[in-house]
């Protein structure tokens, strides 16, 4: 049997056995297992929120695995979402983690609530459908998106997403180690409100590198719905 004290040693000692405690009362899904929901799971799968969701109907690819640090090359053609809540399960012990292998729609239809939701998607329709899913169910989420070497954050409350508009765009390219960045700093705010310490609310971060190579960081405003 391992000790939860030991095994979050470092966290107690950062926010005490209080907080940390509290965290196994939490429940989170994480929609998309690609490559922010593999960092996002990884990240936050072990902290000891007390139940980890996961929402994939795809499959692993072979251009997938450079970028989604949870797979390897025979993970292939496998659910992405059953392969991530495998790897939960053995690095923790404590924590509850179920995949969902269906598109976000089906999902949306069990009607499941949760204290947070965390997008990991990279379909603007699919986030939209979200926000009208979270405002429902009086959740908050967690956005996150990723193009080459830029990269946004929200945690959205009471903003209104529809402001980005239902048009589509695909990436040409991506770099990495931008997507591991961006799904960290979704998971630190996402951590911070779980145990209760302050967070920005509707609040978009944008991040990005210059020409130069220098990081660049701008804070918007959302309007409120």
């Known amino acids: 049997m391992i000790a939860s004290e030991e095994y979050f040693k470092r966290q107690i000692a950062l926010w ?3 907080k940390q405690q509290a965290l196994a009362s939490k429940k989170i899904v994480i929609i998309g297992s690609g490559g922010l929901g593999c960092s996002l799971a990884l990240a936050l799968g072990t902290t000891g929120i007390g139940v980890v ?3 994939d109907f795809d499959q692993v690819s072979l251009h997938n695995i450079h970028r989604q640090i949870a797979f390897r090359l025979e993970d ?4 992405k979402a059953q392969v991530v809540a495998k790897l939960l399960q053995e690095k923790s012990p404590f924590v509850e983690v179920e995949a969902f292998e269906m598109a976000f729609e089906a999902f949306a239809k069990l009607e499941r609530s949760y204290d947070l939701i965390l997008d990991a998607t990279d379909n603007l329709s699919v986030r939209l459908a979200i926000d009208a899913y979270a405002k429902r169910h009086h ?3 967690v956005y996150g998106s990723v193009e080459a070497f830029n990269g946004q954050v929200c945690f959205l409350e009471s903003a209104d997403f529809g402001v980005f508009g239902g048009g589509d765009h695909t990436p040409e390219g991506i770099a990495a180690p ?3 960045s961006i799904a960290s700093l979704q998971a630190t705010l996402a951590l911070r409100y779980l145990v209760g310490l302050p967070i920005p ?5 944008y991040l990005y590198f ?3 190579g220098e990081l660049m960081t701008q804070k918007f405003g959302m309007p409120k719905v």
Do not use: A, Q, R, Y
């Open 210 to 212: 210059s020409p130069e």
């Open 16 to 18: 005490g056995s209080d």
């Open 53 to 55: 969701d996961l929402v």
């Open 178 to 180: 931008m997507v591991m």
């Open 76 to 79: 292939e053609g496998v659910n």
């Open 201 to 205: 609310k509707d609040m978009l971060h």
């Open 139 to 141: 959740t908050p989420w």
